[in-house]
């Protein structure tokens, strides 16, 4: 008789077992082991995808898909300007490209940079000397953004010819050569941006050092 309740108190026990607690029992006998790699300290978990030019174009191409469809129609001269029009790449500075060529360049491409924008290398190393016609120190714009008359007088001296080489300048100043923000503003008051005036205020002295030499 007290066999037969203690079985019957057991399965009685047994059918009130909750159904959660049963399932959590199988899944951690099922459990699959843990992956090392996973785990967050691990080279595999910390490589990241190449960002090449194939990379940004499928940015630009989820991002920008009109001016990836242009790129792919040749609009673009190259895959970096398609990318810059597109917002995924900005323009560099000229002031950065200047420094990272300096950077590499040799004593000798040095001092032949330093005599093409009218200056020369002084007797102690390190040491620039101006040349003795040194450039205007009038800003290349006005305060809104548009070029002085003076600026507009000193680039119409170097290309007096017509039509007006907008694509050329723009070209040697390191933007796109069909970009015609320069052309619009040298014939009325038009703005220009900053970084182009930055572009300008380096390459115009430069050009005209360069001309008198």
Known sequence: MATSALL???AVKESHTSPSRAVSRVSRRHRPPIDATAHRGHPSAMARPKRDHAYYLRQLKVREPDVFARFEAGEFA?????????GIRSVPKPINVL?????NASATDRDAFLSSIGAAVGLKAG???????????EPIANPDRTLTALTVARINKLYPDKPFPCGVIMGAIGFTKRDASLG??????????PEMIDALTLWLPAEEARRRS
């Open 99 to 103: 420094e990272r060529a300096w950077k």
């Open 127 to 137: 040491t620039i000397v101006l040349a003795e016609e040194p450039t205007t120190s």
């Open 78 to 86: 190259s895959a970096a300007a398609a990318l810059i029009v597109g």
């Open 184 to 193: 619009r503003a040298m014939t009325r008051p038009s703005r220009i941006r």
């Open 8 to 10: 019957s108190f057991g």
